[in-house]
Structure formats: structure tokens, C-alpha cells
């Protein structure tokens, strides 16, 4: 069987996938810490300031992760074919019959898995679609709760939250929702790339999938 190589991931994709990765890893980490500390209290009276370095690297990571949902926004609407968000939702034949066959492969249903794409698989962006926009609300809990001075952010997210405890709340839930995410992410990733000869974790690297000649 013949495989030809094929560009799918631009530079700017990939450098969101990691920014997003890097920056949760980095938030749910000072994130715990900041909600509950595991250092000792005195600490903070050194020059070592434990609870003021979390917080600030927490800052860091949140501008790093929201920058990666503008950049995927972006691409949503100025990507190449496979990163546009027309070829990812089910709102086409295609699209619909792609849904179908991954659902059934994911419970084992079936053995046949839809290979008529280069891109996302539609189950898969779907999901992307839908952390995405989770990410909207995480960053704008994440400005409410950091810029109680700041007039616009505080009218705004009291007009979603109702109250800085709420937002907290729903900061603290949605990041167990990317936990989960990234859990079963990896998971699948794996799964898809010993099942499929694509280069599937490759590609994240490189840009570049393997498909059927015949595949567009």
C-alpha cells in the first residue's frame, strides 16, 4: 500500500498545542497551590515568598494560555483546510458520516474507521471546539478573580458569575474539566496512533500526516 506525505499542521497550530499543554500543567499545578498551600506558613516571611512565586507564574501561564485560545481562534477562521472549524463540525455529509464511524471504532462497534480526512476526526474537533470555548470562560474567571481593581472585568464577570466566590468556584471546576481533558486526550492519541499508520503524535512534531494516495 502507498502513503504519500502531507502538510496538515501549520507552525502556528503547533505552537498553540504546546503553549496550551505547557500552560496547563502550569496552572493546575500553581493553581493547587494557591488553593491550598503545602509549604509552611514562615516561609513567606524569607526571601523566598513560595505563595508570591505560584501566583506569579500562575499569571504567566494564564497569559500563556489564553494567548494559545486566540491563536487557535484564529485558526478556526483563517487556518488551512484542516484547521478551519467548518471541517471539524458535523454540518455536512461528510462530516456527519466521519462522526458516525469514529463513535463506532471509539466502542468498538465496528473495526472500520472513517479515513477520508487529513485533519480532526469530527468527535475529536468537536471536543477541541468545545475546550475552546471553556477556555473563553477559564480566562475570564481568571481576569475577574486577578483585577478586582479593574472596573470593566469586575462588571463583566459579575454579570456571569454574580460574585468573585462563584467565579472562583467555577475556576477551580472548569480546571478539573482540563485535567479530564488532556487525560483522555493523550489516551486517545495513543490509541489512534497504533491503530492507524498516519503519524498521528508525529505530526504535532512536524506538521506532516501519512495517508492513502488517493486521501485528500
Given at each position: 500500500?502507498?502513503?504519500?506525505?502531507?502538510?496538515?499542521?501549520?507552525i502556528?497550530?503547533?505552537?498553540?498545542?504546546w503553549?496550551?499543554?505547557?500552560?496547563?500543567?502550569?496552572?493546575?499545578?500553581?493553581g493547587?497551590?494557591?488553593?491550598?498551600?503545602?509549604?509552611?506558613?514562615?516561609l513567606?516571611?524569607?526571601?523566598?515568598f513560595?505563595?508570591?512565586?505560584?501566583?506569579?507564574i500562575?499569571?504567566?501561564?494564564?497569559y500563556?494560555?489564553?494567548?494559545?485560545?486566540?491563536?487557535?481562534?484564529?485558526?478556526?477562521?483563517?487556518?488551512?483546510?484542516q484547521?478551519?472549524?467548518?471541517d471539524?463540525l458535523?454540518?455536512?455529509s461528510?462530516?456527519?458520516?466521519?462522526?458516525?464511524?469514529?463513535?463506532?471504532?471509539?466502542?468498538?462497534l465496528t473495526?472500520?474507521?472513517d479515513?477520508?480526512?487529513?485533519?480532526?476526526?469530527?468527535?475529536a474537533?468537536?471536543?477541541?471546539?468545545?475546550?475552546?470555548?471553556?477556555?473563553?470562560?477559564?480566562?475570564?474567571?481568571?481576569?475577574?478573580?486577578?483585577?478586582?481593581?479593574?472596573?470593566?472585568?469586575?462588571?463583566?464577570?459579575?454579570m456571569?458569575?454574580?460574585?468573585?466566590?462563584?467565579?472562583?468556584?467555577?475556576?477551580?471546576l472548569?480546571?478539573?474539566?482540563?485535567?479530564?481533558?488532556?487525560?483522555?486526550h493523550?489516551?486517545?492519541?495513543?490509541?489512534?496512533?497504533l491503530?492507524?499508520p498516519?503519524?498521528?503524535?508525529?505530526?504535532?512534531?512536524?506538521?506532516?500526516?501519512?495517508?492513502?494516495?488517493?486521501?485528500?
Amino acid at each position: 500500500m502507498t502513503y504519500e506525505k502531507h502538510y496538515v499542521w501549520s507552525i502556528l497550530l503547533r505552537l498553540y498545542h504546546w503553549a496550551m499543554a505547557g500552560s496547563i500543567v502550569a496552572l493546575s499545578v500553581t493553581g493547587f497551590y494557591i488553593f491550598n498551600p503545602w509549604t509552611l506558613t514562615n516561609l513567606e516571611g524569607t526571601g523566598l515568598f513560595p505563595m508570591m512565586t505560584m501566583r506569579y507564574i500562575h499569571i504567566l501561564a494564564g497569559y500563556l494560555f489564553t494567548g494559545a485560545i486566540a491563536a487557535r481562534i484564529f485558526l478556526f477562521i483563517f487556518g488551512n483546510r484542516q484547521e478551519r472549524i467548518c471541517d471539524v463540525l458535523p454540518i455536512s455529509s461528510r462530516n456527519i458520516k466521519n462522526l458516525i464511524s469514529t463513535l463506532g471504532a471509539y466502542m468498538y462497534l465496528t473495526d472500520h474507521h472513517d479515513e477520508d480526512r487529513l485533519g480532526h476526526n469530527v468527535l475529536a474537533g468537536m471536543t477541541y471546539v468545545t475546550t475552546i470555548f471553556v477556555g473563553l470562560i477559564q480566562i475570564i474567571a481568571g481576569f475577574y478573580l486577578w483585577l478586582p481593581e479593574s472596573s470593566f472585568w469586575q462588571k463583566f464577570g459579575d454579570m456571569i458569575f454574580g460574585s468573585q466566590q462563584f467565579g472562583r468556584y467555577i475556576h477551580h471546576l472548569l480546571m478539573w474539566y482540563f485535567l479530564l481533558f488532556a487525560l483522555i486526550h493523550i489516551y486517545l492519541v495513543i490509541w489512534n496512533d497504533l491503530k492507524n499508520p498516519d503519524g498521528l503524535v508525529s505530526s504535532i512534531f512536524t506538521g506532516n500526516k501519512f495517508r492513502h494516495r488517493e486521501v485528500k
